[in-house]
Nanobody, 123 residues
Framework: QVQLVESGGGLVQAGGSLRLSCAFS????????MGWFRQAPGKEREFVGC???????TYADSVKGRFTISRDNAKNSVYLQMNSLKPEDTAVYYC?????????????????WGQGTQVTVSS
């Protein structure tokens, strides 16, 4: 059973940066694609980006060029580096794991989810 624990959220001013981490346990991390999603108040959860086991990544247009996903298979961890943050990036951020799917961009592709971490960007 996959377990995911996010960390690194917090309050940051617009234009600032944050780095989220997600610790993976329970299965062989290197066989999983890892995704990041977010849910703003009153809105549906949306795809942010994902990285597959080869290290290839894809992003939502809203974060492309500002956010970067990376992974460290030795540490069983995935990271979301967020730069040039905007107030509209305020949300709870979730990491998720999908087994052997190249670019899982839909929520339904992910059976395993973390509990989420709050990111608040002040204007």
């Amino acid at each position: 059973q996959v377990q995911l624990v996010e960390s690194g959220g917090g309050l940051v001013q617009a234009g600032g940066s944050l780095r989220l981490s997600c610790a993976f346990s329970g299965r062989t991390f290197s066989r999983y694609s890892m995704g990041w999603f977010r849910q703003a108040p009153g809105k549906e959860r949306e795809f942010v980006g994902c990285i597959n086991w080869s290290g290839d990544s894809t992003y939502a247009d809203s974060v492309k060029g500002r956010f970067t996903i990376s992974r460290d298979n030795a540490k069983n961890s995935v990271y979301l580096q967020m730069n040039s943050l905007k107030p509209e990036d305020t949300a709870v951020y979730y990491c998720a794991a999908a087994y052997l799917i190249v670019f899982p961009v839909t929520q339904s592709a992910y059976p395993s989810w973390g509990q989420g971490t709050q990111v608040t960007v002040s204007s």
